[in-house]
């Protein structure tokens, strides 16, 4: 079974603080994800990642940036968090084999004040 | 307009009838499509995805693929109050990385 774990499944900051949010799978896959959630919007992808230390923006990369320094861990990071930032933020690991599917993990829940 | 559009509801339907779940999507290169199941407070899992033309069941579930009309369907046979969740329609970009676009998901409502 594919596990995806992500480091919180609340957080609450405050504005202008940086913000880090983790993503940690156990399957080897090269492909990593963060989306972020919101009512009437759906998901929509903020970062990827294709390989330790590559990444590509999404639709929606600003005010966030991203790093890939190990195969297994995908991070997001808030650089100066504002309340426009509060959703729920889910990252994604990619199974190229086979029937080619997105595995999301628990997601984590920020709230901006 | 949307990527991927979906229909919020909420969609009503009582156990043991069939809901019918449906999805468009303005991309004509788009080749894969996914249907994803999302229970309120949790995360996203697979239900169902289809690259062909024509009908793919699975159990309960039948996927429905159109091309030229560019709509995506999830039928459920059977429904069952478990099924109440909100369901996701996501279309494969063309090119690499099997980048997703969702559309906002149909909310889906099984009463006994």
């Known amino acids: 079974d594919v596990k995806v774990t992500q480091s919180s499944r609340y957080l609450v900051k405050r504005t202008g603080e940086k913000v880090f949010l983790e993503c940690v799978q156990d399957m080897d896959h090269e492909n990593m994800f963060w989306y972020r959630q919101d009512p009437g919007l759906g998901l929509r992808l903020i970062y990827f990642?294709?390989?330790?230390?590559?990444?590509e923006k999404g639709d929606i990369p600003e005010g966030y940036s991203v790093s890939r320094e190990k195969k297994e861990r995908f991070s997001l990071i808030l650089e100066s968090a504002s309340t426009n930032q509060t959703s729920m933020y889910l990252c994604?690991?990619?199974?190229?084999?086979?029937?080619?599917?997105?595995?999301f993990g628990p997601g984590t829940r920020l709230t901006v004040l | 307009q949307k990527e991927v559009e979906q229909n919020s509801g909420p969609l009503s339907v009582p156990e043991g009838a069939i809901a019918s779940l449906n999805c468009t999507y303005s991309d004509r290169g788009s080749q894969s499509f996914f249907w994803y199941r999302q229970y309120s407070g949790k995360s996203p899992e697979l239900i169902m995805f289809?690259?062909?033309?024509g009908d793919k069941e699975d159990g309960r579930f039948t996927a429905q693929l159109n091309k030229a009309s560019q709509y995506v369907s999830l039928l459920i046979r059977d429904s069952q109050p478990s099924d109440s969740a909100t369901y996701l329609c996501?279309?494969?970009?063309?090119?690499?990385?099997?980048?997703?676009?969702f559309g906002a998901g149909t909310r889906l409502a099984v009463h006994p």
């Open positions: 289809i690259y062909s033309n």
């Open positions: 996501a279309v494969r970009r063309p090119g690499g990385y099997n980048k997703l676009i």
């Open positions: 990642s294709y390989d330790v230390k590559m990444k």
């Open positions: 994604a690991t990619r199974d190229r084999v086979g029937t080619d599917t997105q595995y």
